[in-house]
């Protein structure tokens, strides 16, 4: 968990949840007290919910021992597809993620003890881009410190720009996702993305007449449609917005996808 506001959050008014659906697709939320005790995460800080902390840390390095809090009892998630809910008081819904196993980095051998890294906690929850595996140079995963594959937006007066030009989806924590973020000064607007080679050839839908907000970001980790790794080369970002009175306005911005010697 990452406290992001400016305020501070009291353990024992604080829920963790999964939604179990049964087979007539019923749903309902399970909830956990994450403390019975009172307990504070500050505002900036990271906390680790487990209800086995030593084993955590025998099995990641942490830079952080102190940041971790013993549950009695934690939810039951499936590795292969769920959804996270935390709560507060009341259970009135903080955050809500939906997850599945396809997110992760699509060359890993195994996902197993692989965990998922939000990019960037400005970005919503579910906004499938905005996730990517840990980074393997960090051993798959960060607990209680800041996430291997964090990048936060960059502060640009442009409609539309990428960063960085240059990434390298190998996985090792450093620019392995192309941000494509934009900021417009009305509300309203509807974009497709669409990601092509240098010959021109269609390589990724990213996003599909999606509504946005004023201000955002869509991340590619350098996959295909065909969830294959694309080739090292120069690729074209099209990005094309309209809005309610069918104004467009295209942009185009180029992306080099690279790697090491041997890759």
Known sequence: VYNRSERVLDLDEMYLGHVDTDEFG?????????????????????????????RVKSQYYTSNPEG??????????SNEK?????????????????????????????????????????????DETNWHSASGE??????????????????????VTINPETFSPDNDGIDDVLNIQYRFDQPG??????????RGRLTRILVNNELL??????????????????????????????????????YKKTAVLGGKMGN
Request: hydrophobic share 30%; no cysteine.
């Open 26 to 54: 019923n749903s309902d939320t399970i909830y956990k007290n994450v403390s019975s005790q009172p307990g504070q995460i500050l505002p900036g800080n990271y906390l680790v919910l487990t209800t086995d902390p030593e």
């Open 138 to 159: 960090v051993g798959y995963a960060t607990p209680a410190y800041q996430n291997s594959q964090y990048k936060g937006a960059e502060e640009t007066e442009d409609e």
């Open 213 to 250: 907000a004023t201000e955002g970001a869509f991340s590619w980790d350098g996959r295909t449609d065909d969830n294959q790794k694309a080739s090292i080369g120069i690729y074209i970002i099209y990005v094309e917005v309209f809005d309610l009175n069918r104004n467009v306005k295209k």
């Open 189 to 198: 607007y509807n974009a497709s993305i669409r990601i092509y080679d240098s």
């Open 82 to 126: 769920g959804t996270v809910v935390l709560a507060r008081a009341g259970k009135r819904s903080i955050d809500v993620f939906e997850y599945n196993e396809s997110m992760h980095y699509p060359l890993l051998t195994t996902v197993e003890g692989v965990s998922l890294e939000r990019i960037d906690f400005d970005r919503p929850s579910n």
């Open 68 to 77: 971790f809090h013993r549950m009695t009892s934690f939810p039951v998630y």
